[in-house]
């Protein structure tokens, strides 16, 4: 089976081979090969253990176990990005879809895990169902910040690709959101930090 690269960032490139996905970990030539292999090894294995940790509670692929330091294996997942399809879809599919993102955070955030990245472009829809992918940025924590950061990461990237109903959508993600039990505490550092972005501005 041939292989294919479908993505290629400055951290990592990820191939496609057949019904699988690679996620390779790019050498940085301007580290010390050690230190460059230390940090590559420690940053695949951790997000292997968040991936396996997610894909028991959310929709997530299920990372194979590692067979190389720099390499995370996983089940290709075909559907299409959701910042690709959710404009095209009437406001009504739109809002169930963004209510199930929000219930999907939820779930991650009351087993104390925070993705980092959460935009459009790192969920899947398959089958109406959304996939969380992606946990490159992703870290272990309780605290209220974290996961104020993950909401309002979001909510700016629901403005920037779909600002024709971001507030809308926002306030549905919202409405599943609150499924989490400390979801008011939360929203509350929401606004904290959109007040000091303001006043920084």
Known sequence: MQEKIIFQGAEAKIILNGDLVIKDRIKKNYRIKEIDEKIRKQRTKAEKKLLEKASKIINAPDPFPLEEFNKIKMP????????????????????????????????????????????TSNMILKEDKIYLIDFGLGYISIKIEDKAVDLHLLKQALEAKHF??????????????????????????????????????
Not at 170 to 194: D, H, P, T
């Open 164 to 201: 024709e109903n971001w507030e809308v959508l926002f306030n549905e993600v919202l409405k599943g959101y609150q499924n989490y039990k400390e979801s008011a505490k939360v929203l509350e550092r929401v606004k904290a930090i959109e007040k000091r972005g303001r006043y920084r501005s």
């Open 76 to 119: 290709f997942i075909k559907g299409n990005k959701l910042s690709e399809q959710l404009n095209s879809f009437p406001l009504k599919k739109q809002k169930e879809l963004c209510k199930k993102i929000g219930e999907t955070i939820a779930k991650l955030h009351e087993n104390g895990i925070i993705h980092g990245d959460l935009t």
